[in-house]
């Protein structure tokens, strides 16, 4: 595999993997802008602004950009989270002329139609109800809000309905000329490409930009310790439990890593084996990480009945306290390593996944790290580094609980 970077003149940063093998090109754009750079006024633009690139340029009709895509047998999509925002597109390795060129062409040229932007409301305005409609997605959006206690990473990446319905052409072009126009921009190829001709293609269309340096967000403020609790008529009781975890550039993100594993990140996790396994409390339980530039959150999820929520918070609190206390084998930490490299060695065949680790390791750490040296890393994780870490990041007067669904009655909820 060969690795190639340039960054063109104006700031545009150009990535490039390319892999032998791979018949296809996978192709990105990748912005350092998300809801985390929002105002309660602005939030969801990034999110909508997203929808909007793929309604129509000066060239190309919305359909125009679905068919030429299509017609390739490629695909097209787009995410926006809380620190970044980044479209892109698949197709086979011959027809990277066409998608360099429709990638350029939303990026540098959409509309911002204004028909197009009131029937997107609709869209997105459906999309938020879909999610108020999933109580674990909606749990999640509480738990940050709660958690973050006004910050903007504790706002919903879709943003609000008062939020979107308010947003009109003007205040869109200009958020999107300068938050979507700034140093940090990326574009990540993964293909049988050589580097060179992915830098001569994009020059000609990205080349002319001058990008704005780059937005540092505010930090984090510290979270919010405390119980949040939202009353709904639901079958089951959905329960998170948040505690500050390690950031994506701390030294310690290898072995937070393997502490997820063993605590609930694996079928052989111990919230599995306990709660799921041996008590049969409950269908979903897990934890996970969730990393950011300068902060982190490790979450405890649950789904139970209200009669059984007391007694999975009363196990969690237990499994909790014996893995901060150490208590776990040499022979788990060995297992929770060999899951991760397993995982990675796996996802290293999806070029959707490469191409995405470029962009992020860029984005994140300034730099390309190779996969094995990211496999070294978590291969040096020692038993007693994961105790540390679990001693400092698992105490308890840490954790904020948030619970959605019929709260059982009596003295409330408590870890």
Known sequence: MTVGKTVLDGGVTILSEQVPYLRSATVGIWLCVGSRAESPPDNGIAHFIEHLLFKGTARRKAIDISREIESVGGAMNAYTEREYTFFFAKALEKDFPLVSDLLSDIFLNSRFDGEEIEREKGVVLQEILMVEDSPEEFLHDFFHESYWGGHPLGFPIQGTAGSVSAFDRE??????????????????????????????????????LDLGQRLVPDAPPPPRPGVF??????????????????????????????????????????????????????????????AYADSGILKICAGTSKDKAREVLSVASDVVGEIRE??????????????????MHLNLESPEYRMSRLAMNEMFLGRLVPPED?????????????????????????FSLAAVGDLPAGDGLRF
């Open 171 to 208: 205040h869109l072009l200009g958020y999107f000329g300068d938050r979507f126009r700034r140093r940090g921009t990326i574009v990540s190829v993964v293909g049988n490409l050589p580097h060179d001709r992915i830098v001569e293609a994009f020059s000609e269309t990205l080349g002319a």
């Open 229 to 290: 609790l939202k009353k709904r008529p639901l079958e089951q009781l959905h329960l998170v439990l948040g505690a500050p975890a390690v950031s994506r550039v701390s030294e310690f993100k290898h072995a937070a890593l393997v502490l997820n594993i063993i605590l609930g990140g694996s079928m052989s996790s111990r919230l599995f084996q306990e709660i799921r396994e041996k008590r049969g409390l409950a269908y979903s339980i897990y934890s996970s990480l969730s």
């Open 326 to 343: 150490g208590r776990f084998g040499d022979e788990e930490v060995s297992l929770a390593k060999e899951l991760i490299k397993g995982s």
């Open 374 to 398: 990211s496999l070294r890393r978590v291969d040096e994780v020692t038993p007693e580094q994961v105790r540390i870490l679990a001693a400092s990041m698992l105490r308890k007067g840490l």
